[in-house]
């Protein structure tokens, strides 16, 4: 099984400030997604194959990384974006997540 | 408008068993590979099982082998999960997903295994 570790756990940022995740994979993956799940809400998708944004998602969002290593940023934060933030690969069965890290805003 | 809406969730004791279900709308569900996911009350999140598009084809995790059954009525576009001998740590939110990059959840139906 691969394991996902995340970075930070925790993330507070103010309105416009660039935020970065990481994502760190115990063996190497080739297809990456990330899931963006607020508070009482079902998760999300919001990148998909290490770059892609999904369907609505804002161009201030970008995904990138290959082999171990993926990040996930925010060019400029906004209010709208305070959620908790996963990471998934499906490269290997089984598929696993990442545990999350919780972005919230200063 | 993709539509996923689950239900059959529940207290239940050790041992117990449980029947979800995942009533699917606006996509061709028969189209589609299905997934059970499933999160923590520490919210990590959990791949619980999948089912090819006709059915044929079921995977599980070790973690719920041999005592979760995934299964699909593509005529009336119905996903479901039959999960017996449970265990305190089964419990969770319950979220069927569609396709491999789970691109729509439902909202999720809860599990509660607890004497």
């Known amino acids: 099984e691969i394991l996902l570790t995340q970075s930070p756990a925790i993330i507070a940022a103010s309105p416009g400030e660039k935020v970065t995740i990481t994502c760190s994979a115990s063996?190497?993956?080739?297809?990456m997604n990330w899931y963006q799940q607020k508070p009482g809400s079902s998760p999300k998708i919001w990148i998909y194959g290490i770059s892609n944004l999904a369907s609505g998602v804002p161009a201030r969002f970008s995904g990138s990384g290959s082999g171990t290593s993926f990040s996930f940023t925010i060019n400029s934060m906004e209010a709208e974006d305070v959620a908790t933030y996963y990471c998934q690969q499906r490269s290997s069965y089984p598929p696993t997540f990442g545990g999350g890290t919780k972005l919230e805003i200063k | 408008e993709v539509q996923l809406v689950e239900s059959g969730g529940g207290l239940v004791k050790p041992g117990g068993s449980l029947k979800l279900s995942c009533a699917a709308s606006g996509f061709t569900f028969s189209d589609y590979y299905m997934y059970w996911v499933r999160q923590t009350p520490e919210k990590r999140l959990e791949w619980v099982a999948t089912i090819s598009d006709g059915g044929s084809y079921t995977y599980y995790p070790d973690s719920v082998k041999g005592r979760f059954t995934i299964s699909r009525d593509n005529a009336k576009n119905n996903l479901y999960l039959q999960m017996s001998s449970l265990k305190s740590e089964d419990t969770a939110m319950y979220y069927c997903?569609?396709?491999?990059?789970?691109?729509?959840w439902g909202q999720g139906t809860l599990v509660t295994v607890s004497a």
């Open positions: 063996s190497s993956v080739s297809y």
């Open positions: 997903a569609r396709d491999r990059d789970y691109d729509y």
